[in-house]
């Protein structure tokens, strides 16, 4: 079982990291820029810029990313050569370091309407180039109205690396806590959308339980928190959210029976499923999250894209991509209403269930009914 994850993963792997070469843009395709905030080491290969390994402090930088637009929404296509050509790939247009105490500055530079700060976390064996490029395609396929910003934890971007990765994870929460905390105490930001990944919603969910704890709560700036595919513990996860308190953000988790990944690693820590990977409609699961207020669960189990181990699906399908920017980086939390065909079903611990029936994307409302 394990070599069949390990073939499906390694088959993902793709181009190798150093993508960020810079390519003169193009009017032929469109632009985003982002706000790189990291607490990787630099290098000095201009096209890698942060490796795998932990910095002294945390870096910032702006980006700049061509999106070609002949393509599908959902679709990553990579530079596989150097100059990239940006009619037919992503491909990094600018690259300008932010003196730290700048970053109040460049959350203001983004304009006047650029209100709302959009968040995203990474995960496991993700190289930094690979980062910024994901994200941008996120960003341009959501059409997301926000500063985007991209927290980028040391990982080495190697399958291997599964143990170092999660040290590395850990070594950055009070870092990503502190980025967070200039979202929020930003006079040009008046709401903080997180998006995490993987590995990276622990990261995320102990970086808010962190500002919690802080401020006593978590600042009603932070209206959203979106996990994909998280993988994470079903019992710390709860444990992260109870330690939250009550006031805390609307969260969304992406999860799907199928993903081989989150069954690798729960191969890994030898434990029950990971969150990302649960079936919400089973009671024991229902159980664990009914009492917590405000847990919505997306079950992608029957979706289809080209994420061949089903880890990715939040950013490759296009119907989960339209969910993110019209619902949830508008700081909304998804009803039925938003799927096809809704019904309700309620089951016999109480809970209400909400789906849609016939419908790619399942949604689950975790909290006891009224």
Not at 326 to 332: E, F, K, M, S
């Amino acid at each position: 079982m394990v070599s069949v994850f390990f073939a499906g993963l390694v088959g993902c792997a793709g181009p190798q990291p150093g993508l960020l070469n810079i390519t003169p843009p193009t009017k032929n395709a469109d632009q985003i820029t982002l706000i790189a905030a990291t607490t990787r080491a630099p290098v000095d290969d201009p096209a890698v810029l942060y490796g795998g390994e932990r910095g002294t402090s945390v870096s910032y930088t702006r980006i700049g990313i061509s999106v070609p637009r002949n393509r599908k929404a959902g679709t990553l296509e990579l530079p596989r050569r150097s100059p990239a050509d940006p009619e037919r790939t992503f491909a990094a247009t600018s690259v300008t370091p932010i003196n730290r105490a700048d970053i109040g500055a460049a959350f203001r530079a983004q304009g006047p309407r650029k209100r709302r700060a959009f968040v995203f976390v990474h995960g496991y064996s993700t190289t930094f180039d690979r980062a910024v490029f994901r994200f941008a395609q996120l960003v341009h396929d959501s059409d997301a109205d926000a500063v985007p910003i991209l927290f980028s934890w040391p990982s080495r971007g190697r399958f291997l690396d599964y143990k170092r990765d999660l040290d590395n994870a850990s070594y950055s929460r009070s870092d990503l806590a502190n980025l967070l905390q200039a979202a929020i105490d930003s006079q040009s930001i008046n709401e903080v959308v997180v998006l995490a990944h993987s590995m990276g919603a622990w990261l995320a969910v102990e970086a808010i339980r962190q500002v919690a704890l802080r401020r006593g709560g978590v600042p009603s700036k932070v209206s959203s928190l979106i996990l994909a595919s998280p993988d994470l513990d079903v019992g710390v996860f709860r444990r992260q959210v109870e330690d939250m308190g009550p006031k805390r953000p609307k969260i969304t988790i992406f999860s799907a029976r199928n993903d081989l990944a989150l069954r690798l690693s729960q191969f890994i820590s030898r434990g029950d499923a990971r969150l990302g990977g649960i079936d919400p409609s089973q009671k024991d699961y229902r159980r664990a999250l009914s009492d917590l207020q405000g847990i919505t669960v997306l079950d992608l189990s029957a979706l289809s894209s080209g994420d061949r181990v089903n880890h990715a699906l939040f950013a490759t399908s296009p119907e989960a991509v339209r969910l993110i920017g019209d619902r949830l980086v508008q700081g909304q939390q998804i009803s039925d209403a938003d799927l096809a065909r809704p019904t309700t079903a309620v089951d016999a611990i109480g809970a209400a269930a909400t789906f849609a029936v016939a419908a790619p994307i399942l949604l689950f409302d975790m909290a006891t009914s009224p």
